[in-house]
């Protein structure tokens, strides 16, 4: 049901926003700086109901059953690294510091869905973040498992929310507005149980988050 709506929002939404986006160039040509603007609210908000609706179906896809994979060995840390240098904005990118602790083996991932958790947690931080601080991204091993965690310098998460943190349309009370529909962190769960791994976070009020995935070792790996 989800997905056959679905379909047919996506449809419409996606003449919206190549309308919107050819008035934004248009007007911005023109040097009407006002009307430009207003196109392209209309451009970022579509944009952003497209995204919402992509969470409802993949959300729908994920609990029906176990989806299935078609996972290859990929190098965390290269992994990493080539997607914080496409998220956001180069100012964004810019702010993303890596770091690998040790010799981490291969992981067997499906890349596109995988690259969804990365990316949920990067922009997470980023998010939370003031914009002059730094995000670190960090790969290790420990005890037969790859680790990847995102730390931020932002608000942090309140106790109390976070045994709730990863559940359907859960969304912490930062005091910070939120986007969406709170199932950014409930997808990347399911993705990472998928893949038989374990996501987990530990945060501070004032002090910031750190996310952290650990996803078994690739068998034929060393």
């Known amino acids: 049901y989800v997905a056959l709506i679905s379909h047919d929002l996506r449809n419409q939404l996606t003449s919206l ?13 023109k040097g009407l700086a006002t009307e430009a603007a207003s196109a392209e609210s209309i451009l ?6 497209n995204s919402m609706i992509q969470e409802l179906v993949e959300s729908a896809h994920l609990e029906s059953g176990q989806p299935e994979l078609n996972r290859e060995p990929v190098d965390l840390f290269e992994m990493v690294s080539d997607i914080a240098g496409r998220v956001g904005t180069a100012e964004d990118a810019a702010r993303i510091r890596l770091e690998r602790q040790n010799h981490v083996p291969l992981v067997a991932v499906d890349i596109e869905r995988f690259e969804r958790v ?5 922009t997470n931080a980023l998010k939370y973040s003031s914009p002059d601080a730094a995000v670190l991204a960090r790969i290790s091993s420990d005890d037969g498992r790859a680790i990847v965690s995102v730390q931020d310098q932002g608000i942090g998460i309140p106790t109390q929310d976070l045994p709730y943190l990863f559940q359907r349309f859960f969304r912490a009370k930062t005091g910070k507005k939120a986007d969406g529909l709170g199932l950014g962190l409930y997808i990347t769960r399911l993705l990472v ?3 038989q791994g374990h996501v987990w976070v530990e945060s501070e ?18």
């Open 44 to 49: 970022v908000s579509s944009t952003r109901m």
């Open 193 to 195: 149980e998928a893949h």
């Open 118 to 122: 990365i990316t949920n947690l990067l």
């Open 205 to 222: 009020v004032g002090k910031g988050s750190t996310f952290y995935v650990a996803l078994p070792f690739f068998q034929n790996s060393s």
């Open 17 to 29: 926003m190549g309308h919107a986006q050819l008035l934004f160039r248009t007007l911005a040509k």
